[in-house]
């Protein structure tokens, strides 16, 4: 039976991918516009592909040496530890390491076709735009769509194969290790590389020497356009990626402890609950679109709805008829309807009808400063809904399947994070939307399109900015359920090999990891976001180079040379994450060894806390202070070029790096803090120092 | 024995109370300077009076209703709960009651007299000022003496007497909420008010006019210095007053534990070591001194070694002589030790000769959006090496003592709190001398004084801030301790009522109360700091206005009406304090009424974390802006002015709120919610829903 879901699951996940590679083609065969504008996308195609290039390069040697270790690491059977007895079972290791360099792969390849595309449709989207907004819309959501259906069909076909060979999921935490280390690397390294070439553009261009946005003199606009892809479009694909896959695999594992009585029948389900969610997703993705006066924003939300009413009907048709326990029912439709409330509530605290951004935005005249405090402090206050969500969800699903006395309370929380998960095709596909049409204005301007074009790409962009808070919403919270399911994973591998795990707030050795843990999302957020500043100002010196050089190119007579700008984003964001990388693969292993399973249990709890309300924090103050600024340049409070509009400016530069660099590193940093620790378990269990 | 140890105490206690009132009649009797001087200062004084009888009317109402209701509920004998058989004893609940009271009182007394004196002493620090730097410096630090040394011999009375009269450590449970109940009113409320005054002081003073810095033209110049009075001084004094108690009756709770073996030999060994931190204060004061060429922070930090070094001596004298065991050595030393590191290191952060200061300025030149994100940064690395120290107090003093076999673990870290706090007399004296010389300079300003009494008290000024940045420092780590303490004896008063409690992070009922205390911490930031800005705009319109209808005041022929900007500082900042009082001492009872003891205890867990790391990173993040902008006001990168200088003070406006609000009433919050939940453990234990 297992087996008949298993090859169900790999159909889902080739149909889902298929379905990516249709509408890859179709968004090609669509009008690529003028010549001028093919020139710009060519551009911004190149500096996103040799970023990636680099990037991709960066992790192939990351990986083999990760890959290695695993290899070795997994090749001693460590349960015969004491027995003096100690045999080497090379088939594991290589087992292992292979789970591991597929999950990168297969998060890599994914990550590669949706900014492939992205890449192609932003001009046609453009160019779509000059015969009206509908026909703009869809290639720009179709194009999202591939990034979300190859994810989902890729992740779901790397772990219901690797289940199908080894009938293990501890080789699927390998798989979803390998994911998220390339989330970790892309996520932040993309977060970088837009921020920084974002805020150097702005800085000489908009302030120094007065040019508009996105304006082809500044020879850092096509590193601005490519950092969207890299950071938006590549980074928050992975991320997702990341959590998708882990949360199922924290489930597969808890689903482990009643095969005694259930066989693999809860180990599979989370596995077909991201099947239905698939199938779910192309249902919902068909509603996406624009009539004649519809809105944008409102589409993707009646695409998000109507997947989430089909996938719960799907799911309650799943326990009816397959036997399922109705336990496993409250928490997965508890997990949909909290991400899907998380999300819309986010909104309310970044988007503009709502007090948090007028409020702010009516404050900015005072100044800057004012701007930044009180926008910081309803940033702050909107982590409490999120959290009050995440406690009940958590509760919920927790009682909810306790009582049914079939399956355990944390099996439950694990499944509603699932439950949360496996819409995440449609999701990301809204989410991927979004740089694609801020690139379409981009390229509009860049290449002198009329202005009607520019106004409808304004509109198409600013749906997508609410859709990616939503999805921001969303995928911090996904992630905070994901790691509650990861550290109750993370407890059974330990408790599996005979140790029994405390992690009581009243041992002193787990304060000491919760500390230790807390402190590292905070040292995260402070060195990408110094990262950001120090190649910011690079950046600047090379702009400012450019323009006192060769002064053609401020008269427009001159092309920039885009060139070197890319380069050095690309550098810099690559060299900078070695220490945010090693902080979240190497420093949990580290307190692991040092202080023990307990600490490190503690530690994960303390990370977990502090980077779920950063994140929370960051994203959504970060949100705030762009449509706060929005908002002044619609007209308000004196408009562009007014006190207000210049001290909004500063709040939203301030959030740059809030919102896309830190704030979206934080779910990942999290998410792979606890799966290599859950992976490490066993090794860490055997040898410690306390 | 123990009895003679008590009354030593007393001693301890009446002596520095002693010297404190010797302190203020010499205060009082230093030359007071110009005719206008006085009018200023008297001017100052009245403000500040006129609010703590408000902060104190609004106290007294607060003090009854809780007093009333702890009377009544520990009436009841809990301990017969479930026999049927409930009887009352209403002397249980007066004394309880009583000891409330009396620790709010002790510490309204201790903040009203360092206040008292701190608003003669600014007055005649500046009439000093005009003779040389040593007799300034000498009336501002012995003023702040009084302060810190009343404290420390009001609560060393209060706590010996309360313990003489019932031996029963709980008791003094009820005196330190007292004390801690005023302390975050009046921090929070001290907080809300010097931030408002100074912000709307500067907005309209410095930016929309264009007059200097405390010109007596500006109608908030007097509630700006007043602020200074009752946030500074008054709220720091409350807040340390307040950790100092707690730690201490945390510690004589958890002694408890061997009292079978012991007696009461470890319950009063807190109060001895509280009583040589008087003494070594006491002594460590005499050397606070200012030669001829001296510089006064030297002078500062002497007096903190000497304070140290001798306090240490003494209680190796303690442990050899009075027949204690090493194991409360080391953990005493251990957190006196890192107490006094932290204290330093903080001001690697904040202080203008190191990298975060330096580059914090450096980049100011890109904007004030650059400025913001660095300083943030830093702010959140900085939050690193406290919780490293945190960390390995923790450990090292847990197993010293666990591995004596004498003294419980718990205990070392514990005394390791206490061995921190008990040479507050001398830190809370450096600390108070700042917010005097503050307003010393403002006195010599507004008065018209020479320019080299001015320069003279920027001197004294500019050591006062690096003596707040160390005693920032140095209170975040305490409270953080000694909530570890009271953590602990929160446990210890559940379990003493026969209940295990289980605060794994595996129960998901403690994962609830993790995440709701851990947003709790940000919330109330947020509603201090919107407060403030909402204050802010109330009394930028009356400065407006005053300015509008009596064009002679900006003349200067005018004199303003500062007593409305006064008023409207006391009342928004009274008004502003009831959802952030409800906060801390309604919402932990209500989460333990809710979901239990063991979810209380997560509560507890989550806020300890998130208050500890939001303290820090607004702390220390306020405090480097500050000094950015100095740094550039000295002259560098353009001087004052400059596009840099506009930069900073957006930076610096930012951090008020952070450093002065909302970040240094975190670490009293958590204390409050700490001894709130001890105090109510019993009944809690008792009814909970969950």
Chains 1, 2 share one sequence.
Not at 155 to 161: K, L, N
Not at 229 to 251: E, L, Q, W
Not at 540 to 565: H, M
Request: hydrophobic share 50%.
């Amino acid at each position: 039976m297992s087996q008949i879901w298993l090859y169900a699951g790999i159909i889902a996940g080739l149909l889902s991918l298929g379905v990516a590679v249709l509408l890859n083609f179709w968004v090609h065969r669509q009008n690529a516009g003028s010549e001028r504008a093919q020139e710009v996308a060519r551009w911004i195609r190149e500096g996103a592909s040799s970023y990636l290039r680099k990037l991709y390069s960066a992790l192939t040697v990351v990986s083999v040496i990760l890959g290695f270790i695993i290899a070795i690491v997994f090749s001693f059977d460590l349960s015969q530890l004491g027995t003096g007895d100690v045999s080497i079972e090379t088939m594991n290791g290589i087992r292992m390491a292979i789970a591991f360099v597929a999950g990168g792969v297969c998060s890599a390849i994914a990550g590669y076709m949706g900014m492939n595309v992205a890449v192609e449709a932003n001009v046609r989207s453009a160019a779509a735009a000059s015969k009206g907004l509908n026909p703009a819309f869809r290639v720009a959501f179709y194009a999202g769509s591939v990034m979300g259906l190859a994810m989902v069909g890729l992740a779901m076909i790397g772990m219901s194969v690797i289940y199908l060979i080894t009938g293990n999921p501890e080789v699927i935490l390998g798989f979803s290790f390998g994911a998220s280390t390339l989330a970790l690397l892309a996520k932040a390294g993309g977060g970088i590389y837009t921020k920084t070439a974002d805020i150097a553009a702005d800085l000489v261009g908009k302030i120094e020497v007065g040019i508009p946005e996105d304006d082809p003199r500044n020879p850092a606009v096509v590193a601005d356009n490519v950092g969207d892809n890299v950071g938006d479009v590549a980074g928050m694909g992975a991320d997702v990626f990341d959590s998708y896959v882990a949360s199922t695999v924290a489930t597969m594992l808890l689903g482990g402890a009643f095969s005694d009585k259930f066989g693999d029948k809860y180990v599979i389900f989370p596995l077909i609950l991201c099947a239905l969610g698939i199938l779910a997703s192309l249902i919902g993705i068909q509603f996406v679109r624009v009539g004649k006066k519809g809105k944008p924003g409102a589409a993707l939300n009646r695409g998000t709805v109507i997947t989430t009413v089909v996938f719960a009907a799907m799911v309650v048709a799943l326990v009816l008829l397959g036997g399922y326990d109705l336990a496993v029912l409250w928490p997965t439709l508890t997990g949909l309807i909290t991400g899907v409330i998380i999300g819309f509530t986010s909104d309310y605290f970044t988007s503009e009808g709502h007090k948090p951004v007028l409020e702010t935005a009516r404050v900015s005249n005072s100044g800057a400063a004012i701007n930044i405090i009180t926008g910081f402090s309803y940033g702050l206050m909107s982590i409490v809904p999120s959290l009050v969500g995440i406690v009940i969800a958590t509760l919920l699903s927790y009682h909810l399947a306790e009582v049914s006395g079939e399956i355990s309370g944390i099996y439950g929380i694990s499944i509603s994070a699932v439950g949360m998960l496996a819409i995440s095709g449609m999701i990301v596909s809204s989410d991927a939307y979004g740089p694609i049409v801020d690139n379409a204005r981009g390229i509009a301007e860049m290449s002198g399109m009329p202005h009607e074009v520019i106004e409808r790409a304004d509109v198409l962009d600013s749906a997508g900015n609410t859709a990616k808070a939503i999805t921001k919403g969303f995928a911090i919270s996904a992630a905070a359920l994901t790691v509650l399911a990861l550290f109750a994973a993370y407890a059974e591998v330990i408790e599996a090999r005979g140790i029994t795990l405390e992690i009581s707030l009243r041992n002193p050795v787990v304060i000491a990891g919760v500390f230790l843990g807390a402190m590292t999302p905070p040292l995260f957020s402070a060195l990408t976001m110094l990262s950001v500043t120090r190649n910011a100002f690079d950046m600047i010196e090379e702009i400012r180079r450019q323009f006192r050089e060769r002064p053609g190119i401020l008269a427009g007579k001159e092309v920039p040379d885009y060139n070197t700008c890319v380069t050095l984003a690309a550098q810099g964001a690559l060299t900078s994450l070695i220490l945010p990388a090693f902080l979240g693969v190497g420093f949990p292993v580290l307190v692991g060894f040092l202080l023990g399973p307990d600490a490190l249990g503690g530690f994960l709890g303390g990370s977990i806390l502090t980077g779920v309300v950063f994140a929370l924090l960051m994203a959504n103050a970060g949100g705030l202070w762009d449509n706060a600024k929005k908002y002044i340049e619609s007209g308000k409070y004196g408009g562009p070029g007014s006190e207000a509009h210049k001290a909004s400016v500063v709040g939203d530069t301030v959030g740059d790096p809030f919102k896309d660099t830190a704030g979206p590193s934080l779910n990942t940093l999290i998410t792979v803090m606890s799966l290599v620790a859950s992976l490490f378990a066993p090794i860490i269990a055997a040898f410690h120092l306390f």
